[in-house]
């Protein structure tokens, strides 16, 4: 790694709030953290007199932070392909493929299902993931294969193993166990793009007795939050209604699961209270379109949440490795499902532009997916000459219509170039699908 890198000659985009655009711009990273970005001049005003650092010719194209994907299921990838028995409501989607696959999955099947998705994400310019796993066949040591494969490429990870009792007292015991074991190793390891969330699946597989075990686990391990699914489907509510409670989140909340450094991912079936303990508590709602019209679970009502106060993010739920296709998908979504295409069109930019940012950079305690000095040095290089003039009023309209159209040139993380000439050095895609299809095969034959 080069300690130094100059991304020259691009119009940059800075995101954040408020964001900028600077048409002849650059941005300097040193050891790995942004030192300067502005006009080019000023920015190669900053380089010390000796210094000489690694130029990358943006050739006039757009330059961005890099990408943040807010809820992603790396473990997601072996089912691409597999034809599950019919599935008429979501429950019987988690029992007909979700869960048939988490249970069967191999350390190796894990290993390769990470890779894959992970070099994916860095090609669509996503630099930040904050990943849920689950791999009942081999719970043990998992998060650490996701961990290792997800940083061999160099991406930043959050990760989190989804605690659950579908498969009994033990399985659960030993998915508290994952969480702990990783989320204590973390220091140890020591790297600054690595984090960790304790993970749960959702209330309805959770019973009071392992929810309290989860908080207490994570209290002792001193884990910051929890990395749950809400509310996702009406089958959720309903578990809950039948304990007691208002819905998902309200049982939630009344375990101790909920706060500033907890993610709740989709938060479709949530009541006007329930919305406002989600904002009350500072939880870190994230909406995902795609997956939701998959499931044909609802469309999450983003307005009304941010009308609440919350914090809403974006993911992809395994559906995509592209999250500019899920900011995508939610104008669509909402539009289609009012049909008033007036909708959810600055929701969506604020959601990739300013609150994953924010989102991750509380996860990871540092400035994340925003170009600005001192956060971490992630820049993207599209291949997006716009055709049409792009300033700070029009960016959402770029960021939609433009850039999905384009690819990534270059892709850094942390000072590091991951992405050359729109492919990973030395990743090679023929050599890790034969490995992966025989697996795959044989993960299908188990399920
Ligand atoms: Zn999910």
């Keep these: 790694m080069c300690a130094t890198l ?9 995101f954040g709030d408020p964001g900028r655009v600077v048409p002849d711009g650059a941005v300097l990273v040193r050891d790995g953290v942004v030192a300067a970005v502005g006009p080019r001049e000023e920015v190669r005003s900053r380089l010390e007199p000796t210094e000489t650092p690694e130029v990358v010719d ?35 989607i988690l029992e007909n493929l979700w869960w048939p696959l988490d249970r069967a999955l191999t350390l190796d099947d894990v290993r390769l299902s990470a890779l894959v998705p992970a070099a994916r994400c860095l090609l669509a310019g996503v630099t930040t993931l904050v990943d849920h796993h689950a791999s009942y066949g081999a719970t043990h040591g998992s998060l650490d294969v996701v961990a290792d494969a997800v940083r061999s490429l160099g991406l930043r990870a959050c990760l989190a193993y989804e605690v659950s009792d579908r498969w009994g007292e033990q399985a659960a015991s030993e998915a508290i166990a994952e969480n702990e074991s990783f989320l204590a190793g973390l220091s140890a390891r020591g790297d600054p793009d690595l984090a960790g969330l304790f993970g749960l699946h959702a209330s309805f597989t959770l019973s009071d007795r392992t929810l309290q075990r989860c908080v207490q686990a994570a209290r002792r391990v001193g884990s910051p939050g929890f990395h749950v699914h809400c509310a996702e489907d009406l089958a959720d509510v309903e578990d809950a209604r039948g304990r007691g409670f208002a819905g998902a989140v309200d049982r939630l909340h009344a375990a101790g699961i909920l706060g500033p450094k907890t993610v709740a991912a989709h938060c479709i079936h949530v009541t006007g209270a329930e919305a406002a303990t989600l904002a009350e508590t500072g939880t870190l709602v994230v909406t995902n379109p795609q997956s939701n019209m998959n499931n044909a679970v609802g469309v999450a009502d983003v307005a009304g949440l941010l009308e609440a106060g919350c914090v809403v993010g974006i993911g992809s739920d395994g559906m995509t490795a592209d999250i500019l296709d899920e900011v995508r998908a939610a104008v669509f979504t909402r539009r289609q499902e009012t ?3 007036t909708r959810m069109f600055a929701e969506a930019v604020r959601m990739i532009t300013v609150t994953n ?3 991750a950079s509380h996860l990871f305690g540092r400035t994340l997916g925003v170009l600005r000095e001192g956060a971490a040095g992630d ?10 003039p792009l300033h700070e009023a029009n960016v959402g309209g770029h960021v939609v219509f433009g850039l999905p159209a384009s690819r990534p040139r270059t892709v850094v993380c942390s000072g590091r170039v991951v992405v050359r000439d729109g492919a990973l050095p030395g990743f090679d895609w023929e050599a890790v699908a034969r490995e992966a299809r025989p697996l795959a095969q044989a993960l299908w034959e188990r399920m």
């Design 6 to 14: 100059l991304i020259d000659n691009g119009i940059v985009l800075t």
């Design 58 to 92: 943006a050739r006039g194209a757009v330059v961005t932070p890099g990408l943040v994907n807010a809820h992603m299921h790396l473990y997601s990838t072996f089912a691409c392909g597999y034809a599950p028995a019919p599935s008429h409501n979501f429950k019987e």
């Design 339 to 341: 049909r008033d295409p």
């Design 357 to 359: 940012p924010s989102l």
């Design 379 to 388: 820049v993207v290089v599209w291949d997006y000459h716009p055709p049409t």
